[in-house]
């Protein structure tokens, strides 16, 4: 179709003739776009006139065009770069292909023609439009576009103001202002790139001769080397002193926050200095305040564990743990859980290391070791505050799990975590540090354990067989149950960073205590409460929740052994 035939569609009168939307409708839809600005479809789509991929489907057989699925693409990085990031952004649209009879662009609005010329001008070459969905395209094109080459230049940029020095920008402290502006330029770029990754901890290492950014996302590190090595020290100081820390001292470790708005986001950034041999080694978490504290329902607990989690802590009193290595979501249960229970009529105290989300209405008290403020002297004064329940960010001590349990048994609900790896290991635990076996078991609740695991891709996965030895594996977990099912794994593509992974999910075992186990903790009898938490119909263990998740794709055999192989298996199979 000429571009003279395309310019005379319109999309509002297409969709009557096809019998989708009604004249009347079309009216509604053309009062709302006045108001709002919007093309007309989007505008019938969000006022749920038409779905869209019937209005997509119906253009693209109007205009002779293909609909094209963006997550089942297989798209190429320098092809999709060919395409200036503005022109890109700016039109909604991206390079898809370059083939003999013209450049495949992928576009929102194919009726745009301002967009297909500026292209074709730009690439000198005729352009064949596509039809996409909007929501596809939009993040594809912030997958595309990251920020890694702005970064290297603006490092260029820095290095080359730095040499008309013989001192390193660490010794300018009285001059802070002489590289503020690629500084912050730099800065942002890196934090921009972290928040469109959606990067949980941004690192900043210097080496001998370069230094590297490395992002932490999905819980694995993306790493950027970066040559200019000297720019590591003036990105340093410059989030030292954006963090209110001393830029003078770079011997001993410091700690500090500072707040920051990217993407129209609102960001707490918690910074971690460490000297290390070349430099300063510096660690940002990234805390996406204005994302706000997400609701238990959307966790990914199963329903069974949810319920039963839910019910343990509406109760009056008593003490509930939740389990875990660093990094496994600990403290985004236990806000979740907060956030149910902040209610007008119950007074709720925090003792946290540090404070990561503010909550209203919560009194949040941060812990300040350099005054003697630990979770114990703050638990002991905030059972004079007259609390409902009380959270407790860790079990680090015999003093606070003292004061806790005690808490917990005179009319208090008492939530904390506890670094352990599943949940039967720790209730044995609590008895092991000082406290009474018969206090633990008149206070203890129950035992949430979790994980997190990477989700498999799914715009690139497919099926896999797994190897003889994850067969064996298979045959000795969960009693064979999963010995001969079906299992994914990623390709890897675009969409995941070749990595074969994008997102995480939560995998949780609940562990209440019955009668049989109370016996055994209070008897300090590891054995007999092991096999009394295994007897109980109740509980199943994180390995064969985290093997249905494998199951049914959401996740691949690699990560249920990361969580569910333990050294006695692999002696054993060696064997």
Not at 175 to 204: F, G, K, Y
Not at 211 to 226: H, K, P, S, T, W
């Given at each position: 179709m000429t571009?003279q035939?395309?310019k ?5 009168d297409?969709l009557?003739?096809?019998g ?12 709302e ?5 919007k093309k ?8 749920g006139l ?28 320098e092809t ?6 503005a ?13 003999d009879?013209g450049?495949?662009?992928a576009?929102?609005?194919?009726l745009d ?9 730009r ?6 439009p ?5 929501s596809e395209?939009?993040?594809t ?8 080459g ?7 940029e ?7 020095s013989d001192?390193?920008?660490?010794d ?8 503020d ?20 901890d ?11 950014i490395?992002m932490r996302?999905?819980?694995a ?5 970066i040559k200019e ?10 989030l030292k ?7 003078s ?11 920051i708005r ?6 707490d ?5 460490l ?8 660690v ?5 305040q204005?994302?706000?504290i ?6 990914g607990?199963p329903e069974?564990?949810?319920q ?9 009193y008593?003490?509930?743990?939740v389990t875990?290595p660093?990094?496994?979501?600990k403290t985004?249960t236990?806000y ?11 007074k ?6 540090p ?17 003697e ?5 703050i638990?002991r004064?905030?059972l ?8 407790v ?5 015999q003093?606070t799990v003292?004061?806790?349990?005690r808490?917990?048994l005179t ?5 904390s ?7 039967i290991?720790?209730?044995m ?7 009474e076996s018969?206090?633990v078991?008149s206070?203890?609740r129950?035992?949430?354990a979790q994980r997190l ?10 099926p ?15 009693g064979g ?14 969409h995941c ?12 075992e ?8 109370l016996?055994a ?9 092991v096999?009394?938490a ?5 509980f ?9 998740y ?10 249920v052994f990361?969580?569910s ?9 060696r064997?």
């Amino acid at each position: 179709m000429t571009a003279q035939e395309r310019k005379k569609v319109r999309l509002g009168d297409l969709l009557v003739d096809a019998g989708l939307i009604t004249e009347g409708q079309l009216g509604l839809a053309l009062k709302e776009q006045q108001l709002t600005g919007k093309k007309i479809g989007r505008v019938l789509v969000d006022m749920g006139l038409v779905a869209e991929n019937k209005l997509l489907s119906t253009l693209s057989d109007h205009l002779k065009i293909p609909f094209i699925e963006l997550r089942q693409f297989q798209l190429d990085g320098e092809t999709l770069k060919r395409l200036d990031e503005a022109v890109a952004r700016r039109y909604r649209c991206l390079l898809l292909a370059d083939n003999d009879d013209g450049l495949l662009l992928a576009m929102a609005d194919p009726l745009d023609l301002l967009a297909i010329d500026e292209v074709e001008k730009r690439l000198k070459k005729t352009v064949k439009p596509a039809i996409v969905r909007e929501s596809e395209l939009l993040a594809t094109l912030d997958s595309v576009y990251r920020r890694t080459g702005q970064i290297e230049s603006i490092a260029v940029e820095l290095e080359g103001s730095l040499r008309s020095s013989d001192f390193d920008l660490s010794d300018l402290a009285d001059d802070t202002d002489l590289q503020d502006a690629p500084v912050v330029r730099l800065l942002q770029s890196v934090l921009e790139d972290a928040v469109a990754i959606n990067a949980s901890d941004v690192h900043i290492e210097p080496d001998e001769s370069v230094f590297r950014i490395r992002m932490r996302v999905d819980g694995a590190l993306q790493e950027q080397v970066i040559k200019e090595k000297r720019v590591a020290s003036a990105l340093v100081m410059r989030l030292k002193i954006m963090s209110n820390l001393d830029i003078s001292e770079r011997r001993l470790p410091q700690d500090g926050r500072f707040n920051i708005r990217v993407s129209n986001r609102s960001i707490d950034v918690r910074l971690s200095t460490l000297p290390v041999q070349y430099g300063e080694s510096v660690v940002m978490r990234l805390l996406d305040q204005s994302a706000g504290i997400q609701p238990l329902a959307d966790l990914g607990m199963p329903e069974s564990i949810r319920q039963r989690f839910e019910l343990m802590i509406e109760r009056p009193y008593g003490l509930i743990l939740v389990t875990g290595p660093t990094g496994s979501g600990k403290t985004t249960t236990l806000y979740s859980a907060l956030k149910r229970l902040n209610q007008a009529q119950r007074k709720i105290i925090t003792a946290e290391d540090p404070i990561e989300y503010r909550m209203s209405r919560v009194n949040q008290v941060q812990v300040n070791p350099k005054i003697e403020l630990n979770f114990a002297s703050i638990l002991r004064s905030a059972l004079r505050q007259d609390p409902d329940v009380i959270l407790v960010g860790e079990m680090r001590d015999q003093e606070t799990v003292a004061i806790g349990t005690r808490a917990a048994l005179t009319g208090h609900l008492v939530m904390s975590t506890l670094h352990t790896n599943d949940a039967i290991s720790s209730a044995m635990r609590l008895a092991d540090m000082g406290v009474e076996s018969y206090l633990v078991a008149s206070a203890l609740r129950g035992v949430l354990a979790q994980r997190l695991v990477r989700k498999v891709c799914e715009e690139c996965r497919q099926p896999y067989e797994p190897s003889a030895r994850e067969r064996i594996w298979l045959q000795n977990m969960a009693g064979g149950r999963f010995a001969n099912d079906t299992f994914y794994q990623g390709n890897g593509c675009y969409h995941c960073n070749n990595t074969g992974y994008r997102g995480r999910v939560g995998v949780f075992e609940w562990l209440e205590l019955d009668d049989a186990m109370l016996v055994a903790l209070n008897e300090q009898n590891h054995a007999s409460f092991v096999a009394a938490a295994r007897r109980n119909p109740d509980f199943k263990p994180m390995g064969e929740w985290a093997l249905e998740y494998a199951r049914e794709g959401v996740t691949d055999l690699a990560e249920v052994f990361k969580i569910s192989v333990d050294l006695n298996d692999l002696d054993a199979e060696r064997a």
